[in-house]
């Protein structure tokens, strides 16, 4: 076929010069649409950051401590161990100290005023004597019935209970071997001077009742206080103190948990 006549040039740049303008217009029309899709996106409620951020999983915050774990039998070695962690050691039915764990700075409580062949760590004779004083000017004299004890005799006396009152009962009211706060050589049972014993009703006598309400000033702490024996793991004792010194004993008893709790919170 022959080929048609030549377009002309002029008529050739029309023709390119619209194709151009059309391939502008279509260009910014599509980018009018972008720029109004994307506000309309942006201004609508409907659409939010969680949408396009994923959500940050939830982390445990690391000062968070650990939950105070239930009273269970168990022979696991206390953290603070030492004897001069003394005042911080944690001791219940399932951490314990060594067998051969002695204080060697033992003395005997006359030191402290009292007649009586018990013996305790010789940190503890300024602050006990001051107390048996205090107790005496508010005519409440106190006695000990009970200070330290060496892991054997803590055996011999746990072995007594059990033929006694039996394995299960035995448990929550006397320390197993290793267990007991008596081996620190910081802690004393009180009882009312010149008295024989002393059982669970003695916090209603003179003595008792101004134990319970000043031994913390002169650095002694109820270890097993009324109604907490789910957090200290063993019955009621009004007469079991612990010593931990003024300062100490003072946070302790300001903080309204036991003995147990507020170690365990301190080292965890």
Not at 78 to 88: K, M, Q, V
Not at 115 to 127: K, L, M, N, T, Y
Not at 255 to 261: D, I, K, Q
């Amino acid at each position: 076929m022959p080929a048609g006549p030549p377009i002309p040039f002029t008529k050739l740049v029309k023709v390119l010069l619209v194709v151009a303008a059309l391939v502008l217009v279509f260009r910014i029309a599509t980018e009018d649409s972008r720029e109004t899709t994307s506000a309309a996106s942006s201004n609508d409620p409907r659409v939010t950051a969680s949408a396009s951020v994923p959500a940050s999983p939830r982390v445990r915050p690391s000062s968070e401590p650990d939950p105070l774990p239930k009273c269970g039998q168990g022979d696991e070695r206390a953290r603070l161990a030492g004897f001069g962690d003394w005042a911080s050691t944690l001791i219940d039915t399932r951490y314990d100290l060594k067998p051969s764990y002695a204080p060697p700075d033992l003395v005997s409580v006359e030191e402290a005023g009292f007649e009586a062949f018990f013996q305790v760590r010789s940190v503890v004779i300024h602050d006990l004597t001051a107390l048996r004083e205090a107790a005496e000017d508010a005519a409440s004299p106190v006695g000990i019935a009970a200070a330290y004890r060496s892991y054997y005799t803590q055996d011999s006396l746990f072995r007594r209970r059990i033929q006694t009152e039996g394995h299960t009962m035995a448990r929550v009211k006397t320390a197993r071997a290793g267990h007991s706060e008596h081996q620190l050589g910081t802690t004393i049972d009180f009882k009312t001077a010149g008295a024989l014993d002393v059982d669970s009703s003695w916090e209603a006598t003179p003595a008792g009742k101004w134990m319970a309400a000043n031994a913390w000033k002169y650095g002694f702490v109820m270890s097993y206080p009324a109604g907490r024996t789910r957090q200290t793991c063993y019955w009621y004792e009004p007469w079991h103190y612990r010593y931990f010194g003024t300062e100490r004993a003072k946070k302790i008893h300001d903080s309204g948990l036991t003995v147990r709790e507020y170690l365990w919170k301190e080292q965890h």
